[in-house]
T-cell receptor
Framework: AQSVSQHNHHVILSEAASLELGCNYS??????LFWYVQYPGQHLQLLLK??????LVKGIKGFEAEFIKSKFSFNLRKPSVQWSDTAEYFC??????????????FGSGTKLNVKP | ETGVTQSPTHLIKTRGQQVTLRCSSQ?????VSWYQQALGQGPQFIFQ???????GRGNFPPRFSGLQFPNYSSELNVNALELDDSALYLC??????????????FGEGSRLTVL
């Protein structure tokens, strides 16, 4: 069965600290990988995505993620967090082909709290 | 601002009742997906509509049904409400078919409470 696991439910960091949020997935077949973010009071929005090619992808606001196929992982990183990064982060996967393309499986989310 | 609007934003129902949630997709998008997000969980895929046809369904019973209209707006209907149906219901629009980017644009959700 398809599933996405996020290892940390709640992370607290001070500004300028480095961030790494873990994500592992279980999916048989071609996958696309995503990180979505939900800032307080706002809707879910795309942070970055991986379809193919360079396994290190860069997104908005200085975030990046690395796809490691052998580990079924897609961890999110940022070298230096800011208070404005306080949000909930969701890892997601979908099937890369046909009708599965728009059927997303989400992890349970990681709440990041950055202290000023 | 995604251009995806949902209504109502909040509603309270009792067990056994029926509810209809509405979603207007972003201009130019032909695909609408519905997700259920229970408290403390990530969104769970309910189903997707592409050009007015159901085009994929998650692990939800038949009392969850939907429609997509010619203007690509959509409805989610839930019959015989149960307490566990209490959740945030998210609508996401996207461009399906050729030219699909795989990016979902979410609305702010409809929060349903079942008493």
């Amino acid at each position: 069965a398809q599933s996405v696991s996020q290892h940390n439910h709640h992370v607290i960091l001070s500004e300028a600290a480095s961030l790494e949020l873990g994500c592992n997935y279980s999916y048989g077949g071609t996958v696309n990988l995503f990180w979505y973010v939900q800032y307080p009071g706002q809707h879910l929005q795309l942070l970055l995505k991986y379809f193919s090619g360079d396994p290190l992808v860069k997104g908005i606001k200085g975030f990046e993620a690395e796809f490691i196929k052998s580990k079924f992982s897609f961890n999110l990183r940022k070298p230096s967090v800011q208070w404005s990064d306080t949000a909930e982060y969701f890892c997601a996967v979908n099937g890369g082909l046909g009708n599965n393309f728009n059927k997303f499986y989400f992890g349970s989310g990681t709440k990041l709290n950055v202290k000023p | 601002e995604t251009g995806v609007t949902q209504s109502p934003t909040h509603l309270i129902k009792t067990r056994g009742q029926q509810v209809t949630l509405r979603c207007s997709s972003q201009s130019g998008h032909n695909t609408v997906s519905w997700y259920q997000q229970a408290l403390g969980q990530g969104p769970q895929f309910i189903f997707q509509y592409y050009r007015e046809e159901e085009n994929g369904r998650g692990n939800f019973p038949p009392r969850f049904s939907g429609l997509q209209f010619p203007n690509y707006s959509s409805e989610l209907n839930v019959n015989a409400l149960e307490l566990d149906d209490s959740a945030l219901y998210l609508c996401a629009s996207s461009l399906g078919g050729q030219g699909a980017s795989g990016e979902l644009f979410f609305g702010e959700g409809s929060r349903l409470t079942v008493l």
